[in-house]
């Protein structure tokens, strides 16, 4: 026993001695990190920036003034008219229901809108009015959409889409395919491999989807584009002529194309990103990354 004792005293003196050596030079070292060194640089402030998908949608919308496009903004609490009746799409469509569309409790006819192309409603209804001194109508319209989605790597119930629209006259699949595919370019670099695939939505005849071959594989398949080797990122066509009558437009004089692009797809296809909850995490070291993008 008095051994023990004798060995804790030992301790305890030696435990007591060392924290007065630490104390000590705790006290010095900050009194010198106060010390002032006019030679030294001043700390920087961090700089704010614009989030990746905000430099993404400017320069598309960069890519599209050149052509005549102007920017078009809409609601996101939008009503069942733009969202779905004035885009053609059928009262049975399973777009319309709440499993997959948020709509508002107690507000009939409200929900936050699940894309933007609610917004050629309301642009072709305001502009139809003078369209024959203008000649046409050329927009695009950035902004957020909302789906029923579960969050994974691919998906979340907010994104982001752009819009784009052009009215004329003789408006073919041609001028559509030629203006994507100039715009597919300006992202994606001349070598991008790009294709137009037939596809069908209630607002468009005929319609297609815009793919570009997966830079994450180089096309040899992986989680994003489930194998497939492609990524569809756009959705486009021919104004169906029920919109143009909808919006009060002559569908025998006036014609147009349309098309839809997730931001987030295209995001993640300019800067390899393979997962798109990076760009909801607001991770510093991340957005840094992104500088390029
Ligand atoms: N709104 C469609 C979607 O969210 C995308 C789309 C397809 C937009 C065809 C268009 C279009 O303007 O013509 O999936």
Redesign the pocket.
Known sequence: GAAINGLKNRWEEGLKARQAVLEASKKQSASRAWAWDPDLPPPLPARGALHPLNRLMDRLVEVFRPLGYHVEEGPEAETEAHNFDGLNIPEDHPARGSADTFYFAGQKGRLLR????PV?VRVLKRLAANIQETGGIRFLSPGR?YRKDEIDPTHSPMFH?V???LVGRGIGMQHLKGTLAHAMKALFGPGADVRFRPSY?P??EP?CEVDVRCPLCGGSGCRVCKGSGWVEIL???LLHPNVLSYAGLDPQTWSG????MGVERTAMMVSLTPDLRLFFELGQRFLKAMGGL
């Open positions: 699940t894309h933007t192309s050629q959409v889409q819009e784009g629209m939505f607002f468009v319609g959705g486009a066509g194309f349309a098309f839809g």
